[in-house]
């Protein structure tokens, strides 16, 4: 809550960030976290009831201890606990989302792997202070920060920071790197529905990540501005814009004239002046491609059907932690750094970007091997590459060529099965 009297400074920001987003905690553990979007079974309902969302919501839904939540649009999301190794992070979260499946399936509700819900948008089904106060803000600047809450959904790769600084400064430089090309390799979101009315073909391989570089840039661009990951990020903190205050636990006020948190910290407000809780905060409200937490967040991954989403935690965490293979693809990168618009729009069809997926998945898969990967998670990056970055396809790709044959807006629920299909 704000103090009448300033309490922190800019220096505060440095060394917050310094000490607690850049200071490792997982250990050299990683974890996934995958969003889904309900559908109907069989016609059996429209929409997941606010009560079976209450029920689900911080469920865990089998022994392996995953965390279920719900997003504002209803949109189911599965957080792995963080586990040594990408096998068993990747297997935790299977079998908890195999049970939620099955759970869900008995009130007819099936989950899709889709990057954005290509039909209307639905009403916000969380009426919570916070989001409350998000969509005010997002709504002074347009109507994008109201479909990125309600309508897209992610793959969360979450990796370790490594052992010391020096590594963790490497890791956020390598994450920011490869990010382009995971985006447009894992693209998953082509159609949207049209302000005209009927739902297509939206001009964009991820309408998802589009949709988030059409927001606030000061929160949602990448924040990786070369030098140092812990000055960057820090001078990303302060310059961007105070999104709310929270006067107090039900009150939160969305600040639509424009107020960074440097000026904040400066100048105060009218509600007080910000304090270190208002930092840690102001930190959970900046959604770049990359975001570190005392780990490193890797967000710019379309949500992908079952097993697409092992692939996309394997080959992530493997070009970002090992060496070997950071520096196999480094040259590989280097023309695709910063792509990110051109990756959302087309995906593998853009040559460079398609040139540097080839080449990362070759170096992952190779890699997964000579470090002794588990037999499941080798098998769905192998399967992943012949089908798709082999070919300069991605996922979305197929999700066009579904709509072209019949109009199709939405895959088939996932299934959550063993890899009987490798």
Known sequence: MPAPQRTISAGDVRDFVGNHCFTPVLDGRVGVEVEWFPVPIDGRTTALAPDRLAAA?????????????????????????????????????????????????????????????????????LQLPRYEAMES???????????????????????????????????????????????????????????????????????RLATWSGIDRGRTAAADGGGDGRAAYAQYALDARVMLIRCDGDRYVPLVEPLTLAEWIADGHELGHPTHDDLEYH??????????????????????????????????????????????????????????????RHGLAHPGLAESARGCFEVALDALARLGSDATTIAAVAAFHERYSARGRCPADDRLSEWSDDGRLLPAPDRFMELSWV
């Open 283 to 344: 930190l959970t409200t900046l959604f770049p491609p990359v975001r570190p937490k005392g780990w490193l967040e890797l967000r710019m991954i379309d949500s992908l059907p079952d097993p697409w989403w092992r692939a996309a935690m394997a080959v992530a965490t493997t070009l970002v932690v090992d060496d070997e293979s950071a520096a196999a693809v480094a040259p590989l990168l280097e023309p695709t750094r910063g792509l990110w618009v051109d990756a959302a």
């Open 137 to 207: 803000y997002f709504d002074a600047q347009g109507d994008a920060g109201r479909t990125m809450m309600r309508a897209t959904a992610a793959v969360q790769v979450n990796v370790s920071l490594g052992s010391d600084p020096a590594v963790a400064d490497v890791r956020w430089h390598r994450a920011h790197d490869v990010g382009p090309t995971l985006a447009a390799a894992f693209a998953n979101s082509p159609l949207a529905a049209s302000p005209f009315g009927g739902s297509g073909p939206s001009g964009w391989r991820s309408r």
């Open 57 to 125: 919501h911080g469920h865990e839904p089998g022994a392996a201890g995953s965390r279920v939540t719900i997003e504002p649009g209803g949109q189911v999301e599965l957080s792995s606990p963080p586990l040594q190794g990408i096998g068993p992070a990747c297997a935790a979260l299977a079998a908890d989302a195999a049970t939620l499946s099955t759970e869900l399936a008995a009130d007819g509700i099936g989950l899709v792997g889709l990057g954005f819900d290509p039909r209307p948008l639905p009403e916000r089904c």
